[in-house]
């Protein structure tokens, strides 16, 4: 009987890129058919070759762009820069004796820098001709101004509020112990500062051995400060809200009174970081349901709020406080005015009425037995007093000096210090990642970003070597915004969690059954192929 | 009037009767129901961010304030339609609207000419050097016009006026041309198709071959005519008659000559295009919008989804491998089916209505009526094979498709994978169509070669 269909299957398959070997004998194909059945193989293959392979190569070749890992390793481990501070201080006295002015300045210089504590500072005095004006130089972190007593032994020393100017009332005529009366003062003006610094420095790479040891009760009021302070950012959304729980007061006036307590603290500090203002009043504004609830205390006739419910105290869910508007983190300040019915609402533990939620904003409840519909700028006082104080606290400002000026260049020391080092181990970071992901792909775009971040802590750490602090501060502020940029790239991201076995899973389930026929097809042919060329050999031999 | 007077009035105009019911249908269903071009035109299944009536509109407002169309991303189509649809009124109005139908019935009545030009040439029957042993089945030209007329999918798609209508039109002509062995006709309404649509690119090869077939026919016929031996006695005689292979055309030179006319039409039409722009910012926005995908918008086709879900580190490659798997079968047709060059263009037709990037039912309507143009081999596979469950599955597709896609982003109590489902399914339906057309193709060929083995039964040795 005849072996009908055979070579129809055979057609028909082939055209899939499949053929199959007949077991009994067919009859014999046509030359012609098999040639196109190899055609068909090889055009299928052609493409697969030709286009496919090069395809594949240069879309999923990796392009990893060559990194500095060996300075970016240096700033992580802390060799490329040894952070210390030279303070230049300005000695102005009223004496015409400009001769002993420098003795008391270079006996001042030499006291201050053989302070064990002060190692990480590099003090120059110098005497300053009486005749320039108070006005300090950008050079001069503080001007020492030395007064004429007006009575005898009368000696007393005091910080200017707005400016870095110390005023010494001093009327010895001894050298030695003006220098030393004068370097006591300036101690005590940088003492906090000091400490701060050792704090951010000791135990990381970055410790030179310099720093100054501090006590587990100065480390845990540091601690507690830079918990409660905002990170730095170099943008940040100001919040004022007024909450009433009943419908007055319905307004206040709060654009003068920010204007009156608020916009002089910013005005200095904006060098540092920008500021954005909105107000908002809310009435009928209740309770957050997650708290218990104020008390009535009979005995004091007053409501009382526990210390565990005032971390709960914002409603979230209603209070419309957004946690961010435009860039930068958002610090809420709330003023709360409770009913007629629960007045007055107070603390249980303290018996105060404001609190401040680290990283977040500041609390305060107003209490007051004759609201009218409106708060004047008056009654607004003593809460944006309050208020001020709470945002410096939230900035991260040091508590002393209490020159509201030396404390902002302060804290530009301890935020570039700060800055360098976490733009340094984020570059650590990102050279031990790539290190240990050796398939991640690193666009240009990441080098780029390396290098400038490598440039501007160059330059950052030079500027605070050389006591151009508010350079140091916008340089490290670049190379840390670089840095973050570099390790959080969004093709790099999505990589990390993306190993090399995840391949096969992508590969397998499209290409394999495209690939199983087209192998199959063309191993036969090869074998037949084979065959074809090794029976005349037989045959001649 | 009595009805045998109208079945005569059919038999003796049967295209005229055709053309003429269809185009009423199509202007009746617009008038009757005035919502629903605007309906049709919103539909996933239809309009897709490539051919869509309603992008046209917003680059035809770019094009007509004098601004590049292709500025705002949204507009991806071929900028030679853009003069064509401003001298319409706009489509806001009742005017435009109808008038618009109108312009997509006429379009449509061209197409459907075209197919009976190609059924009643018997192109699928007889080539050069193959007579198919069922050209006695084959449908008559009258069928498969009315069938690609009547198409529920033929109509809506040209209620929602998708551009892609005019790619079928200018294939429709290019096949029909190659069928009468107008060489440069044919090459330049593909080149017109591709320059609209970029797939059109790959029915070349097939339309070469048929080019190429029909004119050794015509050269073979002028030398014979002198021995009184016309193509009738010729075929019914199946005898093949030893031919001058001198007189006929070199294969190379006449691919050459096609891919040089494609190529200068081509060229001319895109020069043209840039006459009429500001910039060449359409290149990129009409052929790399197919090639890269950037519009996930569902549409019937396995593209979206699987684009969706696909790691953004392996898209290129994997755009890549979806083209390249289209492109691979364009050649393995023609070689394999080199004797019926009809068959393996409508087969890579089908090829490209199931795996195009931006896949609509205009295009799938088209192709099954083409298919009919095969109708002589249906039989062998309505027997041997799997038609009526590849028809229920279209059917199935059909009908749960819009439910699905309603149900997903509409009432929200769906999601993706209902629709994707179901385009799997409507494409599976498709593609055993396509392979079982291939089977019965490539058995027809196998029993002309061996008559004995007719109607016998395949068993695998």
């Known amino acids: 009987m005849m072996m009908r269909g055979d070579k129809t299957q055979a057609d028909v398959s082939s055209s899939d ?15 012609a058919t098999s040639n196109t059945r190899r055609l068909i193989i090889l055009s299928f293959w052609l493409v697969v070759a030709c286009l496919g392979l090069p395809h594949w190569i240069w879309t999923t070749s990796i392009h990893r762009s060559d990194l500095p890992l060996e300075s970016m390793n240096d700033w992580a481990e802390g060799k490329s820069c040894q952070p210390h501070y030279p303070l230049n201080i300005r000695l102005h006295s009223q004496s ?11 006996r001042t210089e030499t006291i201050l820098n053989s302070l064990t504590d002060f190692q990480l500072y590099r003090f120059h005095v110098a005497a300053g001709n009486n005749t320039v004006s108070d006005v300090p130089t950008q050079d001069d972190v503080l001007v020492v101004e030395l007064k004429q007593p007006s009575k005898a032994d009368h000696v007393e020393a005091k910080l200017q509020s707005w400016v870095p100017v110390l005023d010494i009332v001093h009327a010895d005529d001894d050298v030695e112990r003006l220098a030393e009366f004068i370097s006591e003062q300036v101690r005590s003006v940088f003492a906090d500062e000091a400490k701060s610094l050792s704090y951010i420095l000791g135990n990381t790479p970055f410790a030179t051995g310099k720093e100054a040891i501090i006590s587990p009760e100065d480390r845990k009021i540091l601690e507690a400060r830079t918990t409660r302070a905002f990170k730095y950012a170099s943008a940040l959304h100001l919040t004022f809200s007024l909450f009433t729980s009943s419908a007055t007061p319905s307004a206040w006036d709060i654009e003068e009174a920010l204007e009156q307590y608020i916009t002089p603290l910013l005005g200095p500090f904006s ?12 009435l009928q504004a209740s309770f957050s349901p997650s708290i218990e609830g104020p008390t009535f205390d009979a005995a004091t006739g007053q409501w009382k709020l526990d210390n565990s419910d005032l971390g709960g105290f914002i409603n979230a869910a209603e209070w419309p406080l957004s946690p961010s508007i435009g860039s930068g983190p958002t610090i809420n300040f709330v003023l709360y005015v409770p009913s007629a019915q629960q007045s007055p609402l107070v603390i249980a533990e303290t018996g105060g009425s404001s609190w401040l ?11 007051s037995q004759h609201l009218s519909g409106r708060l004047s700028a008056e009654d607004l006082r003593p809460i944006m007093l309050t208020f001020a104080d709470q945002l410096t606290s939230l900035l991260g400002f040091p508590q002393s000096p209490p020159s509201l000026s030396l404390r902002i260049s302060s804290l530009t020391r301890e935020r570039a210090t700060s800055l360098i080092m976490s733009a340094s181990s984020t570059l ?27 440039n501007r802590l160059n330059q950052a750490c030079q500027d605070l070597n050389q006591g151009r602090f508010s350079r140091a501060l916008q340089n490290a502020r670049i190379a840390e915004d670089e840095a973050e940029q570099a390790f959080f790239e969004p093709s790099m991201v999505g990589q990390v969690y993306f190993p090399d076995e995840h391949r096969v899973a992508v590969y397998v389930p499209l290409l394999g059954p495209m690939a199983v026929p087209l192998v199959m097809a063309g191993a036969k042919e090869l074998i037949a192929w084979v065959k074809y060329l090794k029976s005349p050999k037989t045959k001649t031999a | 009037m009595p009805a045998s007077t109208r079945a005569s009035v059919y038999h003796e105009h049967p295209k005229a009767v055709l053309l003429g019911a269809a185009a009423t249908l199509r202007i009746l269903l617009a008038l009757v129901f005035p919502q629903l071009p605007a309906l049709l035109t919103g539909r ?55 008038t618009s139908i109108i312009l997509y019935t006429a379009l449509d009545l061209i197409t459907a000419n075209c197919i009976f030009r190609i059924a009643q040439s ?16 084959a449908w008559s030209a009258a069928s498969i016009t009315a069938i690609y007329l009547f198409n529920p999918f033929t109509v809506l798609a040209c209620l929602g006026r998708p551009t892609t209508v005019f790619t079928t039109a200018f294939t429709a002509l290019s096949l029909s041309h190659a069928c009468q062995g107008n060489t440069i006709t044919a090459t330049f309404a593909i080149a017109i198709a591709s320059y609209i649509s970029l797939h059109p690119l790959l029915l070349l090869p097939a339309i070469g071959i048929l080019c190429y077939d029909q004119v050794c026919q015509r050269e073979s016929l002028a030398t014979e005519s002198s021995n009184v031996s016309t193509r009738s006695s010729k075929v019914i005689a199946g005898v093949k008659v030893a031919v001058d292979q001198r007189t006929q055309p070199k294969p190379v030179i006449f691919a050459a000559q096609i891919s040089a006319t494609f190529a200068l039409a081509l060229a001319v039409l895109l020069l043209l295009s840039r006459a009429l722009l500001p910039s060449w910012q359409f290149i990129p926005s009409v052929y790399a919008t197919p090639l890269t995908l950037p519009d996930l918008t569902p549409n019937p086709g396995v593209w979206w989804y699987f684009f969706i879900e696909m790691f953004d580190a392996f898209r290129s490659f994997f755009l890549g491998v979806f083209w390249l798997h289209m492109l691979a079968y364009s050649v393995p047709f023609c070689l394999r089916l080199g004797r019926q060059p009809l068959a393996a263009a409508v087969l890579m037709m089908g090829v490209i209505a199931v795996f195009e990037p931006y896949a609509n039912i205009g295009d799938v309507g088209f192709w099954l009526s083409c298919l009919c143009l095969l109708g002589h081999v249906f039989e062998l596979s309505s027997i041997h094979r799997y038609t009526f469950p590849a028809l229920a599955a279209i059917l199935y597709g059909t009908l ?47 029993e002309n070669d061996r008559p004995e083995g007719k109607g016998k039964e395949i068993r695998q040795i």
Not at chain 1, 428 to 436: D, E, F, P, V
Not at chain 2, 60 to 81: C, I, R, S, T, W
């Open chain 1, 96 to 106: 015409h004796d400009s001769a002993r002015d420098a003795i008391v300045a270079a």
């Open chain 1, 271 to 282: 060098a540092i970081t920008k500021f954005t203002v909105d107000t908002q009043v809310q």
């Open chain 1, 357 to 367: 939620i680290p990283q977040w904003g500041g609390v305060q409840i107003l209490n």
């Open chain 2, 44 to 98: 996933v299944e239809i309009s897709t961010p490539v051919n869509s009536f309603k992008r046209l509109q917003e680059g035809l407002y770019l094009y007509e304030k004098g601004l590049d169309p292709y500025n705002g991303g949204v507009f991806h189509q071929a900028p030679l339609l853009l003069p064509l649809f401003s001298l319409l009124p706009s489509s806001a109005t009742w005017l435009g609207s109808l």
């Open chain 1, 428 to 454: 650590g970071a990102l050279s031990r990642l790539t290190l240990k992901l050796k398939s991640i792909a690193i666009p240009d775009t990441v080098a780029k970003s390396v290098d400038e971040t490598i």
């Open chain 2, 400 to 446: 749960l498709g819009p439910a699905f896609h309603h149900l997903w982003i509409y009432a929200g109590s769906g999601n993706a994978n209902f629709f994707y489902a179901i385009t799997l399914v409507w494409s599976l339906g498709l593609l055993i169509l396509l392979t079982d057309t291939l089977y019965s193709v490539l058995r027809d060929e196998w």
């Open chain 2, 122 to 137: 018997g192109a699928a029957l007889i080539s050069r050097t193959f007579t198919s042993p069922r050209q006695d089945r």
């Open chain 1, 17 to 31: 890129g499949q053929s199959s070997i007949t077991a009994m004998a067919p009859p014999p194909e046509q030359p």
